[in-house]
Nanobody, 123 residues
Framework: QVQLVESGGGLVQAGGSLTLSCAAS????????MAWFRQVPGKEREFVAG???????YYKESVKGRFTISRDNAKSMEALQMNSLKPEDTAVYFC?????????????????WGQGTQVTVSS
């Protein structure tokens, strides 16, 4: 049974930083891609960042240069370092485990999800 548990969300002022963490249980963590998605009410869940099994990283255009995704296979954890946060980054952020080793921007290619953690950026 795979479980993903996020932590690290909260309230921060614009320009501030937060780090989200995701602890994964279950097997084969190192062989699959991991990603972060986010969702605001009334909108579809959108891809934010992903890291492949070979540690290639991919980002939504609007977060490039501000967010950094990483993974620690020994601890079965991934993290998202978010700097220079903007009010438009406000959302519920979800950790996701991929079906494959490569990163997809589409949510249907991820088979396990965390419960989500709220990130609120005030102006």
């Amino acid at each position: 049974q795979v479980q993903l548990v996020e932590s690290g969300g909260g309230l921060v002022q614009a320009g501030g930083s937060l780090t989200l963490s995701c602890a994964a249980s279950g097997r084969a963590f190192s062989s699959v891609a991991m990603a972060w998605f986010r969702q605001v009410p009334g909108k579809e869940r959108e891809f934010v960042a992903g890291i492949s099994s070979s540690r290639n990283t991919y980002y939504k255009e609007s977060v490039k240069g501000r967010f950094t995704i990483s993974r620690d296979n020994a601890k079965s954890m991934e993290a998202l370092q978010m700097n220079s946060l903007k009010p438009e980054d406000t959302a519920v952020y979800f950790c996701a485990r991929g079906r494959y080793g490569w990163v997809s921007y589409q949510s249907q290619h991820y088979d396990y999800w965390g419960q989500g953690t709220q990130v609120t950026v005030s102006s």
